[in-house]
């Protein structure tokens, strides 16, 4: 774009700031008019801020115009978008930083985990999940990633202190897989038939692992699955902060087996572990359809469609698995999608997020339940979470 094109597009930029700004002032001068008379002096300030966001004028026509306004003068890098910086690789996906991050302690935690669970004869395994950001080559200029760095230095450390090891990196260039189209584009999770796929491969694992733990390979047969594909339909965690244009659109795939299925679900809230319950096949208990009842962008969120939303902890029961093992894994994010489908050829999986636990003693919850087996499954985003690797406290 020439020098006359952008000036142009930036007389249009922010002619639209003021018009929206303008707007969301009017609409929110009630609400400011009783903030600033029933508020503290210091107190003003944020609370404010706090209407002008709440009131804001199309907020999310907003978004999808200052992204539509980065992507035509070339910007590859928004920078705290919505808290965090979000980058466009050269693929065109969208991705954050993966910091560089000092692996030391969670190589600490991870082994003296893994000697805690030996001594009491079960079963470990820390299984390394990928991410899309996996090399500076395709990067913006100027940014690095280290998710891959820091996870082969994560494994380097187990491996020398003999921790069993899936590392699903080496498994996707086993297979030949090119990576991107294993994630979504605007969003940083892998998409279902991926999480389907890496079911496989860590039941195959979990089969030549765990003594007694046998299941009907066939059923990860995508033939198997009903695939329904809603096109456009999703805006991921990327897209929904800088906007439709910047990043485009995600199809969105529901992947439901066919053959038989029932499971008894037990979850506790994120916040405060509010418990809920639901039995039924595959659809009804680890799924929320409900969710692409309405395609929209913003909310809900459409990755929720597989478990409903995150917990901090899960319990799944498969009440017509071919074993009765016991796994407890800690959990991400990317187990949204895993779950359901590892659930197949489990008896039973209960699944917990550290990031949501402040008090949990893992070793503690291990003595007090009866597992067959301890499982950690993190992607690299995990290594800057406050708490993620506290299995010590």
């Known amino acids: 774009m020439g020098k006359t094109g952008k000036m142009l597009l930036t007389i249009f930029f922010i002619v639209t700031v003021v018009l929206f700004g303008g707007t969301t002032l009017l ?11 029933n ?12 209407e ?45 930083e993966y910091p560089d991050c000092d692996m030391t302690y969670a190589a600490q935690e991870v082994i003296s985990l893994d000697r805690f669970v030996k001594e009491k ?92 733990y046998y299941y009907d ?3 990860y047969n995508a033939d198997n699955y009903e695939r329904k594909v809603y096109e456009d339909w999703f805006l991921g965690s990327l897209g ?5 244009f910047f990043g485009g659109l995600d199809d969105f795939e529901t992947l439901i087996p066919t053959f038989d299925t029932d499971f008894d679900l037990y ?50 029961t498969n009440n017509m698995a071919d074993n009765d093992k016991k796994i407890l894994i800690l959990r991400d994010s990317f187990s949204c999608a895993l779950l359901p489908y590892l659930s197949l050829s489990a008896g039973e999986i209960t699944a917990i997020d550290m990031r949501y636990h402040s008090e949990l003693k893992i070793k503690e919850y291990i003595n007090n339940n009866d597992f067959d087996a301890v499982v950690v499954a993190y992607n690299p985003s995990m290594f800057r979470e406050e708490g993620a690797f506290d299995f010590d406290r």
């Open 267 to 316: 979850t506790e809230s994120q916040t405060n572990g509010s418990p809920k319950e639901k039995s039924g096949p595959f659809s009804k208990s680890l799924m929320k359809l409900s969710i692409l009842d309405k395609k929209d962008y913003f909310s809900p969120m459409t990755y929720f469609t597989y478990m409903g939303t995150e917990y901090r902890l899960s319990d799944i």
């Open 121 to 212: 004869g079960l079963d470990f395994m820390y299984i390394q999940l990928p991410c899309k950001a996996y090399t500076d080559e395709i990067m913006p200029p100027g940014t690095h990633t280290y998710g891959y760095a820091d996870s082969d230095e994560l494994i380097s450390r187990l491996k020398a202190n003999d921790v069993d090891i899936l590392d699903l990196r080496e498994e996707i260039e086993k297979e030949g897989f090119d990576i991107p189209p294993l994630f979504f584009n605007t969003d940083h999770h892998w998409k279902p038939s991926t999480a389907l796929w890496a079911s496989k491969v860590i039941s195959e694992k979990f089969a030549g692992t765990i003594d007694g």
């Open 52 to 96: 002008l966001t709440d009131n804001f004028k199309s907020r999310n026509n907003w978004i999808n115009i200052n992204g539509l306004f980065q992507r035509m003068i070339g910007v590859t890098v928004i920078r705290d978008a919505g808290d965090i910086d979000v980058f466009k690789m050269s693929n065109g996906q969208l991705t954050y």
């Open 27 to 37: 609409q929110a001068r009630g609400s400011i008019l009783e903030v600033v008379r």
């Open 217 to 219: 390979p066939d059923i």
């Open 240 to 244: 929904r902060r800088t906007g439709v």
């Open 39 to 50: 508020d503290s002096i210091s107190e003003i300030p944020p609370a404010i801020e706090a």
